[in-house]
């Protein structure tokens, strides 16, 4: 059994900055993809950023530039790094973990933007 636990949202100012950050406990295969979704209201869910265990990452096009991912292997926990923060920005944030053709979601966590 895996678990993700998201902590960090909340309401910022436009401009501003968050840290999200997803920790993922159980059995989990040492090589995996870890990332973060979002899905605004009314909208569908959609890709924000993704890492793999060996470093490299994927960075949606609405995001690049502003936000960035990372991860620490020995915690098992990912993090988002959201600088810049705009209004389109608002909406629950999904913390996800792929490996073995297994995928686990996290919660969410809801992170608003004013304007």
């Known amino acids: 059994q895996v678990h993700l636990v998201e902590s960090g949202g909340g309401l910022v100012q436009a401009g501003g900055s968050l840290r999200l950050s997803c920790a993922a406990s159980?059995?989990?295969?040492?090589?995996?993809?870890m990332g973060w979704y979002r899905q605004a209201e009314g909208k569908q869910r959609e890709l924000v950023a993704t890492?793999?265990?060996?470093?490299?990452?994927n960075i949606a096009d609405p995001v690049k530039g502003r936000f960035s991912i990372s991860r620490d292997n020995v915690k098992n926990t990912v993090y988002l790094q959201m600088n810049s923060l705009k209004p389109e920005d608002t909406a629950v944030y999904y913390c996800?973990?792929?490996?073995?053709?297994?995928?686990?979601w996290g919660q969410g966590t809801q992170v608003t933007v004013s304007s």
């Open positions: 159980g059995s989990i295969f040492s090589i995996n993809v």
């Open positions: 890492i793999r265990s060996g470093g490299s990452t």
């Open positions: 996800r973990l792929d490996y073995l053709k297994n995928e686990y």
